[in-house]
Every structure is written in C-alpha cells, then in structure tokens.
C-alpha cells in the first residue's frame, strides 16, 4: 500500500491567519482525498483533489475557506484559510489503496486556533 | 446520503473481556472497512469485508458482513490494553464510482490492565 508523508503534524496559529498542509504520496494515485476530524469525532470528507482538475468539494466546504493544488499524481496541498477557533481539528490526507486495499491515511495534522 | 450508524460510542472494559462493536445502515454497501486509530495517527486499514455473510479474523479479531451487505460487526476476544484506540466502519457505496467512504461515528474503546 501507499506510504504518505503529510506535514506539518501539527500547529498553532493565529485567528485570521493560513495554513497549508502537505501531503507527498510514495507512488502515484488518480485521487486524493481530504478529511477533517474534529476532536473526538469521525472523519469528515472536505474534497476530493484529482490532478489536473479542480477539487470536488462537499457540502459545508468552499473553495474559498479549504483551497486545494494537485500539481502532480504524488502531491496534493490544503490551504485552511482566514481560519477561526472553530477550524481546530485535525486534517488528513487519504488515497485509495485498491480495490479490497482499503484507503491509506496520512498521520494528520493537528490544528489548533487561537 | 448513506449513513452508518456505530455503536456503542465508548466502550472501557477490562483486560480479559470480550467485546462487540456493531456498525449498523439502511443502505447496501459494496464493501466496508474497518479501521484502528491511535492518537497522533492516522486510521489503518484493519480489514475490507466485501461479500454478504463474509467472515474475517485477525488474530482475536473477528469481522463480518452482514447477508444483505448493510451491517458489519467488529469482535474483540480477551481485549488486550494494546487494542486500546478509536474503532471506524467505513462503507464504499454500492454501484458508486466516486469513491467516497461513508464513516461511522466510531467506537473509542479503552481496554484497562
């Protein structure tokens, strides 16, 4: 399965200010997605990122306030933006491992505001 | 929208017990995944179940799939405090094609030496 690197492991910003969040993939995947896990809580899906193309955003998430890039198969960026108290979670990153494989996840990046 | 409901939410038992976490929806799923997470990680994958009536075991894990594709259930033999960490069901949507899992809310389960 595929090994993904994401950083940074955690953080704390300032309200207002922006975060990006990286995640590197050991081999190359069609899409990559974006997760949020509020403390205590399951994950959340905020895109779908697919290389060459816009990211696919879900409902609740905009483009304006969870910017994405997927400049290539192994590389993809959240930008958590203008960000307030209520965006502290945790963020992480997945790709599909194949079908019966599962979804590997990056480690996460833990996100505090304040 | 799919949703999967997880129970219970917490669980704390002590080393030795047995326990069961059940993962329960009104929709079909073409395969669901258990996952593990620990804290600072990420989940990893325990097992994919994808046929009705499935039975999975790892070690004192024992997963199955429900006959109609809609339930799954996790059970721990003699819990151990290594199996302590954040439970998560999450289905793959029958006859999609977008890949989006479907999470469960998760069981958090603390085993106690």
């Known amino acids: 399965s595929a090994v993904i690197s994401q950083k940074p492991s955690r953080d704390i910003c300032q309200r207002g200010t922006s975060l990006t969040i990286q995640c590197q993939v050991d081999s190359q995947v069609t899409m990559m997605f974006w997760y949020r896990q509020q403390p205590g809580q399951s994950l959340t899906l905020i895109a779908t990122?697919?290389?060459?193309?816009?990211?696919t955003y879900e409902s609740g998430f905009v483009i304006d306030k969870f910017p994405i890039s997927r400049p290539n198969l192994t590389f993809s960026t959240l930008t958590v933006s203008n960000m307030s108290p209520e965006d502290s979670s945790i963020y992480l990153c997945?790709?599909?491992?194949?079908w019966g494989y599962g979804y590997t996840f990056g480690s996460g990046t833990r996100l505090t505001v304040v | 929208t799919q949703l999967l409901e997880q129970s219970p939410q917490f669980l704390s038992i002590q080393e030795g017990e047995n326990l069961t976490v059940y993962c329960n929806s009104s929709s079909v799923f073409s395969s669901l995944q258990w996952y593990r997470q620990e804290p600072g990680e990420g989940p990893v994958l325990l097992v994919t179940v994808v046929t009705g009536g499935e039975v999975k075991k790892l070690k004192r894990l024992t997963f199955q799939f429900g006959d109609a594709r809609k339930d799954s259930s996790l059970h721990i033999t003699a819990a151990q405090p290594g199996d302590t960490g954040l439970y998560l069901c999450?289905?793959?949507?029958?006859?999609?094609?977008?890949?989006?899992?479907?999470f469960g809310k998760g069981t958090l389960l603390t085993v106690n030496p």
């Open positions: 997945s790709v599909e491992g194949g």
């Open positions: 990122a697919n290389q060459g193309s816009e990211a």
């Open positions: 999450a289905g793959d949507p029958a006859g999609g094609s977008n890949y989006k899992l479907t």
